[in-house]
């Protein structure tokens, strides 16, 4: 059973940082594409933004516009964990952030991957 478990959210002030972690469980992780999504307050009837996205094939990444060159994400294979740096954050970075996978990269970029995690909430604050 595919098992995505994301931890590091909670409380930050405005400008700060925060590192989210996403540990995968249940599947091969060097076969998996993983993304990171997050669903602002207010816009639960929303498809989840999609953030971030590495490849497991190369490691490589893509990111949305609005948060290129703030958060960056990376990939630790031997803990099976995928990480989100998010720097210089701001009250509209407020949300519940998941970390998704699937073994088909194009799914994970339109954001249908086939498997989730139960999210975790980030808050910043003025």
């Known amino acids: 059973e595919v098992q995505l478990v994301e931890s590091g959210g909670g409380l930050v002030q405005v400008g700060g940082s925060m590192r989210l972690s996403c540990t995968a469980s249940g599947f091969p992780f060097d076969d998996y594409h993983i993304g990171w999504f997050r669903q602002a307050p207010g816009k639960e009837h929303e498809a989840r933004e999609e953030?971030?996205?590495?490849?497991?094939?190369?490691?490589?990444?893509n990111y949305l516009h609005s948060v290129k060159g703030r958060f960056t994400i990376s990939s630790d294979n031997a803990k099976n964990t995928v990480y989100l740096q998010m720097d210089s954050l701001k009250l509209d970075d407020t949300a519940v952030y998941y970390c998704?996978?699937?073994?088909?990269?194009?799914?994970?970029?339109?954001?249908?991957?086939?498997?989730w995690g139960q999210g975790t909430q980030v808050t910043v604050s003025s």
């Open positions: 953030l971030a996205c590495i490849s497991s094939d190369d490691l490589s990444t």
């Open positions: 998704a996978a699937d073994p088909l990269i194009d799914r994970v970029q339109i954001g249908s991957p086939g498997s």
